[in-house]
């Protein structure tokens, strides 16, 4: 009986979404054009930190190479998106992440992901908000604050901020109502502040190639000593390192890379209008893509000027573009960068708040929230409730909490996302081809004939006997993918608790981290040879399975490098969703109801990855 229990509780945690062909259905309004989610995804993506980040990896972690930082971090950044794109292509619905984890991996995973998402957005939200609130008030003489501070100050600190911002909760608030309107006035609006943003970028560039002196990217000790005879009492200078182009080695390149990658976060955005855009299949997979290169060609640009400009152990890490203006002579500049700053903080702001509600609203229409966020405007197609409720939740934690402890929560929410969806497009691709097509390109479904009994050899695992993927290759594809996973975690957490320098010889790392290689090496030959499906995609993922897996590396390599307080408020957040999960959604999970009155329908018009079993058996 306790058996049968656990058995039937194991089937519930993987059972999966599964999805009917014709995606044009839709309770939302197809309004969002290619362009339209560009602009979203670049400004999301191109933040303020455009404006502040180049300075301070470039001062402490590289010196000149940032540019080959960014260039690493850019092509990192690329193999999620390139996840995300095939997705996009092959699943073209709102819920992004969440949504595929459901239709791939599970229902637990899949709630596991939209949580973290969840937060994740309403922290961007909040942090973003009081940065604008923050740059304005440094623009008007930091009036504001000072006010506040003398007549409403807050003394909780680590927990409340040190006074309640007024400003950052109203203008969460305004733009919950502009969100609310419609996608088309919220896309307006991101793609003339997304131009500006640019307009100015283009100006930094191009001012700072004129301006610029390309003996910056070649200083010398005695550069450094002529610089420290010429400071002030007020001014400082960071370390000189080598000098050179590369002044702080392969590791200061890999550290800044590292602090760069998270530049490039925000273009998953683009993967939750799924039910929005005119024709997903296609602009999703483009906008990811082009929003990715004109970002990557931002900072790339920018960091090139800034540190042409001015010595990279002069920059000022809190506004190196205004100080290195003022270096040059330039000193009126800083009002464009200004512009160019707020600009970048509102779209940014847009970008985290779009798609909160649309994730909030597929986990809620799915029935692992509560079905009142699911709620559609009839005359905006909006989801007004999940908009509104996330705007108010946003709005509070921006005037009240001190976000810095909680920016990095962002991250592990990102990663897991990150990482989800790589390990989903690689267990989908080898799969047995099962076709969803949309409504224009003629629905279709197809099963290719497959013996009906396999057995599993070790001849098999690396020649198997099929040229089209069957039940049993994709079963051997889900358990190599979990075992790989499982096992670049335990080597990122060996990489990052026991660290050794380049090129040294230590023994017991070697006996650890050898070994390691050798069993992902082979699982990834055993992947490797499995029939791929043969569907025609819009957009699929080159080389697999191999640019899934570093993706997959590099994101939990990241995660590892997270502190133990992060880890526990995960933990804790995670707390609170499993109990809302355990004690609401499984029940009410859409897919629970639909076991308990199964559809008169053939099991051919419904897309089925044939995981059920392997998962439950894995359980």
């Not at 931002?298 to 290195?324: D, I, K, W």
Request: proline letters at 5%; hydrophobic letters at 50%; aromatic letters at 10%.
């Amino acid at each position: 009986m306790l058996w049968r229990a656990l058995r039937r509780l194991g089937q519930k945690l993987v059972r999966r979404r599964t999805l009917e062909p014709g995606v044009t259905e839709t309770r939302f309004a197809r309004c969002l054009s290619t362009l339209d989610l560009v602009a979203l995804g670049v400004g999301s993506t191109l933040g303020a930190g455009v404006y502040v980040l180049a300075g301070e990896v470039a001062k402490d972690k590289a010196g000149p190479s940032i540019v080959i930082c960014f260039f690493v971090a850019a092509l990192s950044s690329v193999l999620a998106g390139l996840c995300y794109a095939e997705f996009g292509a092959r699943v073209p619905r709102s819920g992004s992440a969440y949504l595929y984890s459901y239709v791939t991996v599970g229902e637990l995973w899949a709630f596991t992901t939209g949580w973290n998402l969840i937060l994740s957005y309403v922290i961007g939200t909040a942090s973003v908000a009081r940065a604008w609130s923050s740059a304005f008030d440094n623009l008007i003489g930091n009036h504001i604050s000072q006010t506040l501070q003398g007549s409403i100050a807050l003394h909780v600190p680590h927990v409340l901020a040190e006074y309640p911002d007024f400003f950052a909760m109203g203008l969460v608030l305004l733009l919950t109502g502009l969100l609310a309107l419609g996608a088309s006035e919220s896309a307006l609006v991101t793609k003339v502040f997304t131009v500006v943003n640019l307009l100015v970028l283009g100006f930094v560039i191009v001012s700072g190639f004129m301006k610029g002196d390309l003996h910056n990217w070649k200083l010398t000790e005695e550069d450094y000593k002529l610089a420290m005879s010429g400071l002030n009492d007020t001014d400082s200078l960071g370390p000189l390192g080598s000098g050179g182009f590369v002044p702080f080695g392969f590791e200061g390149i890999l550290r800044g890379a590292a602090t760069c990658f998270y530049a490039f976060v925000g273009f998953d955005c683009i993967a939750t209008t799924g039910e929005e855009a005119r024709s997903p299949q296609r602009s999703i997979p483009t906008g990811i893509v082009i929003s990715l290169l004109v970002c990557f060609l931002a900072y790339f640009g920018v960091s090139s000027a800034l540190t042409l400009m001015m010595p990279y152990y002069q920059l000022q890490p809190e506004s190196p573009l205004p100080e290195a203006f003022l270096h040059t002579g330039w000193a009126p500049a800083r009002y464009v960068v200004a512009i160019g700053s707020l600009c970048a903080l509102s779209t940014s702001l847009l970008g985290s708040m779009f798609p909160m509600p649309r994730v909030i609203y597929a986990m809620a229409e799915d029935g692992l929230l509560f079905r009142v966020l699911a709620r559609i405007h009839t005359g905006t197609h909006t989801p007004i409730v999940a908009t509104v409720v996330s705007g108010i939740i946003a709005a509070f934690m921006a005037f009240l909490f001190e976000l810095t402890d909680l920016v990095d929560l962002m991250s592990i929410g990102t990663l897991l996302a990150y990482s989800l969806v790589a390990i989903c497009v690689l267990i989908l691709r080898y799969q047995p081809d099962q076709e969803m097509r949309n409504e224009d390109d003629e629905v279709e479904l197809r099963e290719e004939e497959i013996p009906e009994a396999e057995k599993l050899t070790l001849q098999g695992l690396f020649c198997p006997p099929n040229s089209i993927p069957t039940p049993l290759s994709g079963q051997v594809v889900y358990v190599c993918s979990s075992l790989l996973a499982l096992l670049l975690t335990i080597l990122c957490l060996v990489l990052v608790w026991w660290p050794v320098p380049l090129l040294s010889v230590d023994p017991a790392w070697i006996a650890v981290v050898v070994p390691l290689l050798m069993l992902i090496t082979g699982i990834i030959g055993v992947i490797w040879r499995q029939p791929q499906s043969s569907i025609p995609l819009h957009f699929k993922v080159p080389a697999l399975p191999l640019l899934p897996l570093m993706s997959i590396f590099v994101n939990i390599y990241l995660m590892m490098q997270m502190t133990a307080g992060t880890w526990a408020r995960f933990g804790v957040w995670m707390l609170i969703g499993f109990t809302i999960y355990f004690t609401y959604g499984i029940q009410h999970s859409l897919e629970e109801v639909k076991s308990d009155h199964p559809p008169l329908k053939s099991r051919a018009q419904t897309v089925d990855l044939d995981l059920s079993s392997a998962c439950t058996r894995s359980i």
